[in-house]
């Protein structure tokens, strides 16, 4: 069992977190072929969390988590599966327009849209250690969503904000963020899944924002 936030101790260690997400340095390369591909194109790794103390902020979904409206640890819950992405919560004392997101990763916005289930939505088709992946970011405020589609972000740039609880921002759902990274550059809205083996088509997020994808 690894320890998905170590990186996130470390950094709070160094005070060097503040209020902007933490950047991790790069993974070197190893293999010629993806050398050689890295001189075709910029780097694209480089993840962050896309909101600051982020580690604090799961406290209720992780990735992977099974729920069922029986014993899920929110109430009332009305999904059953497995739990496609991390939820990251509210703090004490913040209100959801006042907390930023921010793009994960370097890459093109390929929606940003309100989709049932999450209220409003940002997909970003990014890469993740050499392959294409897509970061979602759920329950977003969609009015003050900030970035359009076609749109190049790079790591670290604001999206826009939490939709309010209960509301059409967030479909519903109490605020917070649902953000979830699928293999491939097709666009996956689904956030759970029936079995176990479907979940493989999404990575964990904890271990690509710890460790910059190893
Ligand atoms: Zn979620």
Known sequence: MRTPFSMFGLCLLLAACGTAPAVLPPVPESSAASQASSMQQPRTEGWIAPLDRAAERVTKKPFGIHVTPQDSPVQPERFTGYHTGMDLELLPGETPHDVTVHAACTGEVVAAQRVSGYGGVVVQRCTWNGEPVTALYGHLALDRVTVSPGQTL???????????AY????????????????????????????????????????????????
Not at 168 to 177: I, V, Y
Request: charged share 15%.
């Open 167 to 214: 509301s059409t921002e967030t479909d519903g759902e109490r605020a917070h963020l649902h953000f979830a990274i699928h293999h491939g550059a097709a666009v996956e809205y689904k956030g759970y899944v029936s079995t176990q083996s479907t979940l493989g088509a999404w990575v964990d997020p904890a271990t690509v924002i710890t460790s910059g994808g190893s």
């Open 154 to 164: 790079q790591s670290g740039d604001a999206i826009g904000v939490l939709g309010t």
